[in-house]
């Protein structure tokens, strides 16, 4: 079992920037990632991390503008986030999971708002 716990999330304006943060507790998890869901839509998945610092980015959207990275030591994932724009106001789930299988542990998320 792993618990994810996120933090970093809130209100910005545009062109700001925030830093997500995910503390993993329990077992250890190969990969963690961020997803993100807006109001109306379908989560999306963002970013992923292996546990050997392999990245992967999924959304054409933020590429160039988040970036995933970890510190095993204190098992905390983080997401910077800079240049936001209205349309990455959605809340932001951390996710956990093991080589081979779907993502199978997430956190309770944390709320984005960017206004223009």
């Known amino acids: 079992q792993v618990q994810l716990v996120e933090s970093g999330g809130g209100s910005v304006q545009a062109g700001g920037s925030l830093r997500l943060s995910c503390v993993a507790s329990g077992d250890t998890a190969d990969y963690m990632g961020w997803f993100r869901q807006a109001p109306g839509k379908e989560r999306e998945k963002l970013a992923i991390?292996?546990?050997?610092?392999?990245?992967?980015y999924w959304t054409d959207s933020v590429k160039g503008r988040f970036t995933i990275s970890q510190d095993n030591a204190k098992r905390t994932v983080y997401l910077q986030m800079n240049s936001l724009k209205p349309e990455d106001s959605a809340i932001y789930y951390c996710a956990a999971g093991s080589f081979g299988n779907a993502i199978s542990y997430w956190g309770q998320g944390t709320q984005v708002s960017v206004s223009s």
């Open positions: 991390i292996t546990f050997f610092g392999g990245r992967s």
